[in-house]
Structure formats: C-alpha cells, structure tokens
C-alpha cells in the first residue's frame, strides 16, 4: 500500500506556525474528486490528458524522448493541472491561486507562478507517490487580514506550496508562490536544480532523455522537503 501526504504550515498571530499532517492509504493515483464541471472535465482538460500522454508514456517507462519545446509546455500544463485538482483532497491546504487556476483555464499553460521539475526516478524502497506541502507567507509583518486571506474560522489561507508526484520512472516537483521574489530564489531551489531538469518556465529549446543522472531513493526523499525546508530556513527574511 501506497501513501498519500499532506502538511500545511499555518502561521498564527503570534507568529508561531502550527503543522498538520493527513495521510490517506491506497494509490492517491486511483482516487477520485468531483470538483470540475462536465464541460471543462469533457473538453479541455480531457484535451490536454491526451496531448500529454503521448509524452508521459516515454517518461514513466524511463525511455529515450526528445522533449522539444512544445512538449515541456505540454507536461508543465498537465502537472499543473494535476496539482491544482489534487489540492482538493484536503482543501485546508489548497495555496494556488483562483488567477493561478483561472490562467491555466483560459490558456491551457501552467501559470506564471509555478516552478516545475522532472527527472528520471529508479524506485526501490521510496514508498511515496504523492506529497503536498503549503504554507502562507507574507512579505510583511504588518500585512492586514483580508477576507479572501482568511477561512471561515479566522486561519490564514495558504499561499505557497510544493508538490511531489511520482509516476513510474517520472518524479515531478511543483513548487508555486505569488512572489517573484522567492519563487525565483535560487537559495531555496539550489538543491532541486542541481538534480532535475526545469520545464516550466522552459529553460531550453529541447531536453534529452532520460538524463545521466538518475534519482535514488535517498535523493527523491531529499529532493521532496528540500524547498519546503529551505522556505522554513528563510522564513524571517521574508517576513513568515
């Protein structure tokens, strides 16, 4: 049996953070949300499922493909879309956006405010097929609650999260963050780039595969929390 992870790190008026944790058994891939309506399930997001399998298939089995362009954007707009619908399983923690959701509707891309990464994943003992860490973050102490920052309850919405997805061979890290100025750190993201190949936003024109480097178990569990990790270290300087 396979596990599906969640933490959201919310950050109390007193700044202190709590951390709640909800693991659900089975293959998070075989579950099931209701939270798209019938056209938009029927159509364009069906339409981008098979634009994207015909690379997803060279992926999950670890064989050779020239990812141009075209099929990064392709991939990057179907993980974004996994994501997003994903973030359902426990809504507490949903941090993308409505503009965030609503770019990727009208234009069928990832939005702008996403990082992702790809790489070549040889499993042994890694038990993870899914894990999901968000948090809020603001760039002032000083920040006023607004009503579309806050739940019903008074707890911060998150605004930030990372995303690990595991199919077969392809390991997938989703990070997304409403602020240039963090999303693009590359403090934060140092140990994610040196490992895996960024598709969004697309770094280069095409990208061979699989690469030289193939991720253990070790480095996928590393790579998993590394942001996460390095958001909690940076946290006072930008203001969490």
Known sequence: MSN????????????????VAKRWGGDPRSRRLQIVCGPCNHHWMSDLQSAAKPIIIPLIAGKSINLTLENQKILAAWAAMSVICAEYFYPKSAAVS???RRWLY???????????WIGDF?????????????????????????????????????NTQTTVFVVERLFILA???????????EKIVEAVDSRLSQIWPPRHSFLLWPPADTLSDRSADNLAGSIFSRLDEAGT???V
């Open 4 to 19: 599906h992870n969640s933490t959201t790190a919310i950050l109390n008026p007193d700044r202190s953070i709590d951390k």
């Open 98 to 100: 409505v503009t965030a």
């Open 106 to 116: 009208q234009t069928h891309t990832a939005p702008n405010d996403f990082r992702i």
């Open 122 to 158: 040889d499993r042994k003992e890694w038990v993870p097929h899914w894990g999901h860490s968000s948090v809020r973050i603001s760039l002032s102490e000083y920040e006023r609650p607004q009503g579309w920052t806050v739940h019903p309850d008074g707890t911060p919405r998150v």
């Open 175 to 185: 990070y997304s963050c409403p602020f240039p100025e963090i999303l693009h750190n």
């Open 237 to 239: 300087a930008f203001g």
